[in-house]
Antibody, heavy 124, light 106 residues
Framework: QVQLQESGPGLVKPSQTLSLTCSVS??????????WNWIRQPAGKGLEWIGR???????NYNPSLKSRVTMSVDTSKNQFSLNLSSVTAADTAVYYC????????????????WGQGTMVTVSS | SYDLTQPPSVSVSPGQTASITCSGD??????TYWYQQKPGQSPVMVMY???KRPSGIPERFFGSNSGNTATLTISGTQAMDEADYYC?????????FGGGTKLTVL
């Protein structure tokens, strides 16, 4: 059973860089044609997709955040990471990592396994 | 950018049918996905590719998508179905979520 776990600082100062890691257990981050996603949710609000990364390192980012987002993958550690630069209070949210759904030989562009989420507050 | 619009709230009586809509330009030409999120929990996939139900999701969940509107229908709604529901689609290589619908079972 694959599980995802987010980790990183819960408090980041304005203008600094938010850095989070998602650790994958119970399966290899390199297997199949999975891609790995970051999604966030401000308190009491909806979900916002930040971007995705393949095990190859190929990425796609939300255009609204693209100038501030960098994702990376470390296959040796079975982890992938998010860096969000120049943060403001508007970046305060629960950050989730999530995996693409694959069933047998078929993969679908939907997120089937999510981490528990980690709360990040941007404040001085 | 591509927008998905959901009603903020839907109410249903136990045992009745709940319909949650998701609207977007030519949404029927895209696949729509649905997630259920209960308070304090991570979202759970309840429908993919418009009408495919993942294993473990009750048969009372049904999905459809045509024209500009996708619909998640829950027949025989139970108290445990009370949650926020989000639709999601892709605009090229960007995933887009609807604003979410709070389903109240009363």
């Amino acid at each position: 059973q694959v599980q995802l776990q987010e980790s990183g600082p819960g408090l980041v100062k304005p203008s600094q860089t938010l850095s989070l890691t998602c650790s994958v257990s119970g399966g290899s981050i390199s297997s199949g044609t999975y891609y790995w996603n970051w999604i966030r949710q401000p308190a009491g609000k909806g979900l916002e997709w930040i971007g995705r990364i393949y095990a190859s390192g190929s990425t796609n980012y939300n255009p609204s955040l693209k100038s501030r987002v960098t994702m990376s993958v470390d296959t040796s550690k079975n982890q992938f990471s998010l860096n969000l630069s120049s943060v403001t209070a508007a970046d305060t949210a629960v950050y989730y990592c999530a995996r693409r759904h694959c069933s047998g030989a078929a993969c679908y562009d939907v997120f089937d396994i999510w981490g528990q989420g980690t709360m990040v507050t941007v404040s001085s | 950018s591509y927008d998905l619009t959901q009603p903020p709230s839907v109410s249903v009586s136990p045992g009745q049918t709940a319909s949650i809509t998701c609207s977007g330009d030519k949404l029927g030409h895209k696949f729509t996905y649905w997630y259920q999120q209960k308070p304090g929990q991570s979202p759970v996939m309840v429908m993919y590719q418009d009408s495919k139900r993942p294993s473990g999701i009750p048969e009372r969940f049904f999905g459809s998508n045509s024209g500009n509107t996708a619909t998640l229908t829950i027949s025989g709604t139970q108290a445990m179905d009370e949650a926020d529901y989000y639709c999601q689609a892709w605009d090229g290589t960007t995933a887009v979520f609807g604003g979410g619908t709070k389903l109240t079972v009363l």
